[in-house]
């Protein structure tokens, strides 16, 4: 069962990167790009969460002799590496454009992709924490909590382009980025440091 949900999470994970880069591509919102590289994180941690399962679940052996179940911590932690990652790539990307805003085009249907994959997000962060309790899977719990604090900046992100849009206070479109880039920064530091303590 918690290998169907970590296979799962892995294709809604692709899915919503395929609508994140489109909403993307419609926009050219740095905020919005900088969402769709924290989806990049999720697919890759999703594989990690597929693989640590999978490695977890196998029987003791002579090496092993308590069995694998640590290795969802090892998932959990290099999800947190990625997780810093991405924050620091979001951040390389917003700088640039904090002092030189860019206005933003094809706004509307933009930012209706990036809801409906906030929607699907949302979703799957509720049954990927839901099904790591009931299996007692610390890597599904890590990789849904990752997905909802998605959802979160991602719904943040929404806000202040649809704010910037209404304004054409187009400064705003960076300053997300990077007050994404944060959000995700301590949420990295969380997972790794609850990962290495487990």
Excluded: C
């Excluded at 069962?1 to 740095?30: N, P």
């Excluded at 949302?122 to 899977?137: D, F, T």
């Amino acid at each position: 069962m918690a290998e169907r949900s970590a296979r799962l999470s892995l294709l809604v994970a692709l899915l919503v990167l395929g609508l994140k880069v489109l909403a993307y591509l419609l926009t050219g919102s740095v905020a919005l790009l900088s969402d769709a590289l924290e989806s990049i994180v999720n697919v890759a941690a999703a594989l990690l969460a597929l693989f640590a399962i999978r490695l977890a679940h196998k029987p003791p052996d002579a090496t092993h002799p308590f069995g694998h179940t640590k290795a969802e911590y090892f998932s959990a932690v290099l999800e947190g590496v990625l997780v810093v990652l991405a924050a620091l790539l979001i951040t390389r990307e917003a700088l640039p454009r904090l002092f030189r805003p860019v206005p933003l085009e094809g706004l509307g249907p933009g930012l209706l992709v990036s809801l409906l994959a906030s929607g699907a997000n949302g979703l799957l962060a509720y049954h990927l924490i839901q099904g790591g309790r009931l299996h007692r899977s610390p890597a599904l719990v890590a990789d849904g909590y990752h997905v909802l604090s998605d959802v979160l900046t991602s719904v943040g992100v929404l806000l202040g382009v649809g704010l910037a849009g209404l304004t054409g206070f187009w400064v705003l479109d960076p300053l997300l980025a990077l007050l994404v880039a944060g959000n995700i920064l301590l949420m990295g530091f969380r997972l790794v440091r609850d990962s290495v303590g487990g």
